[in-house]
C-alpha cells in the first residue's frame, strides 16, 4: 500500500463513478445503519446501563453503571448467575449434538440425491428440504403433538416394548439417566460440591435433559435439508478430474470419499459448521413457542434467557449484556472452529510420500506397470496419495483466492 | 491503508448520527412523560387504548362491548386490542413512551412497572374502592400505594369425582376438613385406575399446604421473605407424606399436562385447581361427575392461594381521568358479572358476591376462600424465583422440604435487600 500509482483526475469519463457508486449503496447502508448498527449500539449502552424500560434509554436520567449487569450474570452468586449458567449449559449440550450430527446428515443426503444414477433426484431434495421451508413455530407445534406423552413416537416405541418418555415434560439429563442404569445415582462430591457459574460440575455434565434432546431432533430434522443444499452446491462444483485420477488410482469408494471429494469440501463444510454454531447458539423460536425454559429450566437458552430478563422481568440492563455475552461466545467458537479447520502447509514428511520419484534417479523405473500393477491394487497407499496431493493442491490453489 | 480507515471513520460518523437522531427523537418522547403519581390526572379528548391478554373468544367480546358500552355513555372513543404476547406488548409501549392507556396487569409484573414508574397509582381515586376484596388491594399495595383495581380473581379449592367417591364408600360426611382426614380419604381413593389425589407439582398448588400451615414464601406485602419457616416446611412435608403413602402424585407423572387433565381423564380422584377447572370440565370432560369443596384446614386453620390481575392505567397517558372512569365501569358489579357469564372468573368487588353464589351453587367455596386467601409473591423478580421453586419441586417427593426451601428463601431474600 506504500506506492499507489496517481490515479487521474476525477472530472474525466469515469469521473462520477465513485459518487454514483456511494449513491447505489446509500440506501442499503442507511438502511442497515438505521436498523442494525444503531440498534446493536442501543443495545450495548443498555448492557451497561441502569434502564428500566420506560422511556428511552438515551434520556437523561439513565445512568452508566459500568459492568454490573455483566457481574451479576457472571459473578452474582444470585439466582440471574445460575440461570445464566443453566442457560449456557443447556445451550452448550444443544450445540454438541446438533452440529456434528445435522453437518454429518445434510452431507450424507447430499451425498445420496446428488448420485446421477438416483431416479427422482428432484423429488427426494424437495422432501428433504422442505422441513426447513416450513415455519419453525409449526413444526415446534408439530413436535410438541409427536413427543406428547401418549404420542405418535411413543406409540411408536411402545410397538417396539420400549415405554417412551414423557419428552417435553422430562427434565432428566440423559447422561444422568444412562449413569442411573447403573445404579449411579448422584455423583462424587468432587462433582456435586465445586460449582462454575451457580451450576454444579456434575449438572454441567448431565447431559441434554430430555425434552432439550427432543429439541435436538426436532433442529436435526429441520435444519439438514437447508445444510444438504449447500453440499449439494459444493458437491455440483468438484470436478469431475480429481476422483477420476483417484478412480485411476484404484481407490475405493469409500476412500474417494474420505480422502478425495470430503477434503475438496472444506469450504463449503465450514460454511455448514459456522453457520449451525451461530443458528444453534442463538436458538429461540423453538424454545418461545415450546416449553418457555420448562421443565425445570433444562431447555432455557441464552436468547431465551436475554428476552425473557428484558420482557418479562423488567432486567433490561441483564437482558442485554447476556445478549453480548452471547455474541462473545458465538464470535470465539467461529474464531475457534475457524483455526481447527484451516488450511495447513502439508508437513515436509506427508510430502514426501506424494513426491514422484525423478526418473533419471531410477533408470528402469519402479517396478511399475502403471495403474493396473496388481500390488498397487492392494498397497492403496502410493497411488491414492497421488490423487490426494493433487485434490489438495487444487484446494491450496483454490484458496488462495481467498476463499475463506 | 488509508482507504480502510476512512471507511471505518465514515461507518462511526453514521452510527453516531444515528444515535444522535434516535436520541433526539427520544427526547421528545421524554418531554411529554411527566411524573403524575401525586398530581392531577391527565385529561384530553384522546381516544382511548385498551389493551388485554385474551383466553378466548368469549372474553374478547365481553370485554370490547363493556368497554363499547362505556364508549357511547361517556362519548369517548376507546378501543380494545387484544396483545399476542401482553408482556412484551406493554414493554414495548412504555420503552416507546406511547403505552396503552388501559391493560391487563399481573401481580408479578406489578413491582418492576411499579418501581420504574410506568403506572399510575389510581386505586385511591376509584369510587368503589372500598368495594374490593381487602386480600386483593394488597395484592396490588406496591411501597403503600394502591395501584390498581383487582380486575377479578381465582381461589384453590379441592375437586371430587363424585363416582369415584362412591365407589369408594365415601359419603357426604366424610368431605375432609382436616389435614388428616385428607390423608384418610386419598389412600381410600387409591386404587390400580387411579391416585387419591392428583395435583400440578409447583408452587401455585403446593403453596396451598404452606398456607394450611400457617405460612407463604413471603409476607403479604412482598416485602419480607418468610420462605423457609416452619410452617412452609409443615406444609411440604405433609405433602411428601402423602406422596410416599402412593395416594399423592403430580399431574404429569400421571401423563396429564395439569391437575385438571388428570382429573377429567380419571386418572386422579382429587385434585386442588381454581375455578377454571369448570371450564375445562364442560368443554373437555362434560360426562365427569364432581363436586367442589373447600380446601381442609391446616394445623394453622383454613388457607388457600389466590391468583388476580388488575386492569392497569399507564403514567403517561394523555388521558387517565377518562381511564380512571371506564376502569370504574369495568369493575362495577354489573360488568363484573357479565364477564363472570361469558367466561367465569370470580368478581373482585364484595358487592357482587351474593349475586354471584345465586348463581353459581356450585361454585361457592371458591368465592367463600376469598376470606382467608394469600397471594403470590410479589416482589420484583419474585417470578422467577418461583419458576426456579418449581423446578426443585418436581423432585420433592425425594428431596428434602428444607433444603428446598432454604434455596428459595435466599434467592427472595436477594430481591427484598
Known amino acids: 500500500m506504500t506506492t499507489t500509482t496517481r490515479r487521474p483526475s476525477r472530472s474525466g469519463l469515469r469521473g462520477g463513478e465513485a459518487l454514483s457508486g456511494y449513491l447505489f449503496t446509500a440506501p442499503m447502508v442507511i438502511l442497515l445503519g438505521l436498523f442494525l448498527v444503531v440498534p446493536v449500539l442501543m443495545a450495548l449502552w443498555v448492557s451497561f446501563s441502569d434502564w428500566t424500560g420506560r422511556g428511552s434509554p438515551l434520556s437523561g436520567n439513565v445512568n452508566f453503571v459500568g459492568l454490573k449487569n455483566y457481574s451479576a450474570l457472571l459473578t452474582g452468586g444470585g439466582l440471574a448467575e445460575q440461570d445464566f449458567g443453566t442457560a449456557l449449559k443447556n445451550n452448550a449440550w444443544y450445540v454438541v449434538l446438533v452440529v456434528p450430527l445435522q453437518t454429518a446428515l445434510a452431507l450424507f443426503l447430499a451425498v445420496l440425491v446428488n448420485r446421477q444414477i438416483l431416479k427422482g433426484r428432484g423429488f427426494f431434495r424437495t422432501a428433504f428440504y422442505f422441513p426447513s421451508v416450513t415455519s419453525s413455530v409449526a413444526i415446534t407445534v408439530l413436535w410438541l403433538f409427536l413427543f406428547n406423552s401418549t404420542g405418535a413416537v411413543n406409540k411408536l416405541l411402545s410397538y417396539l416394548g420400549v415405554k417412551g418418555p414423557n419428552w417435553f415434560n422430562d427434565p432428566d439429563g440423559i447422561i444422568h439417566n444412562f449413569l442411573g442404569l447403573f445404579g449411579v445415582k448422584s455423583g462424587p462430591s468432587a462433582l456435586t460440591n465445586s460449582t462454575a457459574l451457580g451450576v454444579s460440575w456434575w449438572d454441567w455434565l448431565g447431559g441434554p435433559s430430555v425434552a432439550m434432546f427432543a429439541f435436538v431432533l426436532l433442529a436435526v430434522f429441520t435444519t439438514s435439508g437447508t445444510f444438504m443444499l449447500l453440499f449439494i452446491a459444493g458437491l455440483q462444483n468438484l470436478g469431475g478430474d480429481v476422483t477420476e485420477a483417484a478412480m485411476m488410482d484404484g481407490a475405493n469408494g469409500w476412500q474417494r470419499f474420505w480422502q478425495v471429494t470430503l477434503p475438496q469440501l472444506r469450504p463449503t463444510l465450514f460454511t455448514v459448521l459456522t453457520l449451525g454454531l451461530i443458528g444453534c447458539w442463538q436458538v429461540f423460536d423453538q424454545i418461545y413457542t415450546g416449553t418457555k425454559g420448562a421443565p425445570g429450566k433444562t431447555t432455557l437458552t441464552p436468547a431465551f434467557l436475554s428476552y425473557q430478563s428484558a420482557f418479562n422481568n423488567q432486567e433490561w440492563g441483564q437482558g442485554a449484556a447476556i445478549a453480548f455475552l452471547l455474541f462473545i461466545i458465538i464470535v470465539l467458537f467461529t474464531l475457534l472452529q475457524r483455526w481447527i479447520l484451516a488450511e495447513r502447509k502439508v508437513s515436509k514428511r506427508r510430502m514426501r510420500g506424494y513426491e514422484v520419484p525423478p526418473k533419471d534417479g531410477d533408470p528402469d523405473g519402479p517396478k511399475d506397470d502403471g495403474p493396473e500393477g496388481p500390488d498397487d491394487w492392494k498397497d492403496g497407499n502410493g497411488p491414492l496419495k497421488v490423487a490426494t496431493g493433487i485434490a489438495a493442491s487444487q484446494i491450496i490453489s483454490k484458496n488462495q483466492g481467498g476463499s475463506i | 491503508m488509508q482507504r480502510r480507515t476512512n471507511r471505518w471513520l465514515a461507518a462511526g ?405
Open chain 2, 13 to 417: 460518523i453514521l452510527a453516531t448520527a444515528g444515535v444522535l437522531a434516535l436520541s433526539a427523537c427520544s427526547s421528545g418522547f421524554g418531554a411529554g412523560s411527566s411524573d403524575s403519581s401525586g398530581g392531577k390526572l391527565t385529561s384530553s379528548k384522546k381516544a382511548l387504548t385498551v389493551l388485554i391478554g385474551s383466553s378466548g373468544d368469549a372474553e374478547t367480546k365481553a370485554v370490547n362491548s363493556a368497554v363499547a358500552d362505556w364508549s357511547k355513555s361517556s362519548g369517548t372513543d376507546a378501543k380494545v386490542s387484544v396483545a399476542s404476547d401482553l408482556n412484551q406488548q406493554l414493554a414495548q409501549g412504555f420503552s416507546a413512551g406511547k403505552p396503552a392507556d388501559v391493560f391487563y396487569l399481573s401481580t408479578d409484573a406489578l413491582a418492576g412497572y411499579a418501581s420504574n414508574g410506568s403506572l399510575l397509582a389510581y386505586g385511591d381515586n376509584l369510587k368503589n374502592k372500598a368495594d374490593f376484596y381487602p386480600s386483593l388491594v394488597k395484592s396490588f399495595t406496591y411501597d403503600n400505594k394502591f395501584y390498581c383495581a383487582p380486575k377479578d380473581f381465582s381461589t384453590l379449592a379441592l375437586e371430587i369425582n363424585t363416582d369415584m367417591w362412591k365407589a369408594a364408600g365415601l359419603t357426604d360426611a366424610d368431605i375432609p376438613t382436616t389435614w388428616d382426614q385428607l390423608e384418610t380419604v386419598a389412600k381410600k381413593l387409591t386404587t390400580d385406575g387411579h391416585v387419591g389425589l392428583g395435583i400440578g407439582g409447583e408452587y401455585a398448588r403446593l403453596g396451598a399446604f404452606m398456607t394450611e400451615a400457617g405460612g407463604n414464601l413471603m409476607n403479604s406485602d412482598s416485602t419480607k421473605a418468610t420462605a423457609n419457616s416452619s410452617e412452609n416446611i409443615a406444609g411440604l412435608d405433609y405433602a411428601k407424606k402423602l406422596m410416599a403413602d402412593g395416594s399423592l402424585k403430580y399431574a404429569k407423572d400421571l401423563g396429564a399436562g395439569w391437575g385438571g387433565e388428570a382429573f377429567g381423564k380419571g386418572l386422579a380422584a382429587m385434585t386442588i385447581e381454581g375455578n377454571w377447572i369448570t371450564g375445562a370440565m364442560t368443554s373437555d370432560y362434560p360426562t365427569v361427575n364432581y363436586t367442589i369443596a373447600p380446601l381442609p384446614a391446616g394445623p394453622a386453620g383454613k388457607g388457600t392461594l389466590q391468583f388476580t390481575n388488575c386492569w392497569g392505567i399507564a403514567a403517561d397517558s394523555p388521558n387517565q381521568a377518562a381511564a380512571v372512569k371506564l376502569v370504574e365501569k369495568l369493575t362495577s358489579s354489573s360488568d363484573q358479572l357479565a364477564f363472570s357469564t361469558a367466561f367465569g372468573p370470580m368478581p373482585s368487588i364484595k358487592s357482587a358476591a351474593d349475586t354471584w353464589k345465586k348463581d353459581n351453587p356450585k361454585l361457592v367455596p371458591f368465592l367463600e376462600a376469598a376470606d382467608y386467601a394469600k397471594g403470590v409473591p410479589a416482589a420484583k423478580g419474585a417470578a422467577d424465583v418461583v419458576t426456579d421453586l418449581n423446578s426443585k419441586l418436581e423432585s420433592l417427593a425425594t428431596g428434602d422440604p428444607k433444603t428446598i426451601l432454604d434455596a428459595t428463601q435466599k434467592n427472595l431474600e436477594a430481591l427484598v435487600k
